[in-house]
């Protein structure tokens, strides 16, 4: 395989963790009720994640937030949660992008069929794409809790980002990236 004809998809991974933030209430790092732990959201609960953007991006291509939780009780037929990723984007290299005070939301809402039972690994990916930023740049993020109608707690475990590749690397690792 050569430099530039691998393509598909690839996880860029940030894992949840604490990062005290004004205004910001946390969820609290807890036993999962198995020994285990992990973070347990209550409604309007929020965490910052940052995720840097990695040099094998398909330059414009897609990228899609998604996140990995676990309701902590069985859900029961139409019971809804939401997360809410609010979100601002960067370029790096001193190229005179900031990340401004405008952010863009996000709502991923999951209605549950009656077949979900506590603790089960769930991913609620967006169904909207963004355009993937350049190789190097940063996207800062919010994501928030909502329970909906399902009023237990949910475990919150990483906000990732899905993103379309079409090389292993970039060919300069300062822009211009690809030739």
């Not at 039972?117 to 963004?130: F, Q, R, V, Y």
């Not at 237990?152 to 993103?163: E, I, Q, S």
Request: hydrophobic share 35%.
């Amino acid at each position: 395989m050569g430099l530039y004809n691998e393509t598909g998809w690839n996880d860029n991974v940030s894992a949840f963790t604490t990062q005290s933030a004004a205004g910001i209430t946390e969820p609290a790092f807890e036993n999962m009720g198995n020994g285990l732990y992990a973070h347990g959201f209550t409604d309007g609960e929020a965490l910052v994640i940052q995720h840097h953007i990695n040099h094998d991006v398909k330059p414009d291509g897609e990228t899609y937030f998604h996140v990995h939780w676990a309701p902590s009780t069985a859900m029961t037929v139409g019971q809804t949660i939401s997360w809410t990723i609010d979100y601002t984007k960067a370029k790096g290299h001193h190229q005179g992008d900031s990340f401004g005070s405008v952010t863009t939301s996000i709502v991923l809402t999951y209605t549950a069929d009656g077949t979900e039972i506590a603790l089960e690994h769930m991913i609620l990916e967006s169904t909207t794409p963004i355009v993937t930023p350049e190789p190097d740049s940063i996207i800062v993020s919010k994501i928030t809790y909502g329970h909906g109608t399902y009023v237990a707690k949910c475990y919150g475990f990483t906000m990732d980002l899905h993103y379309e590749v079409d090389r292993n690397a970039t060919p300069n690792k300062v822009p211009n990236f690809y030739n």
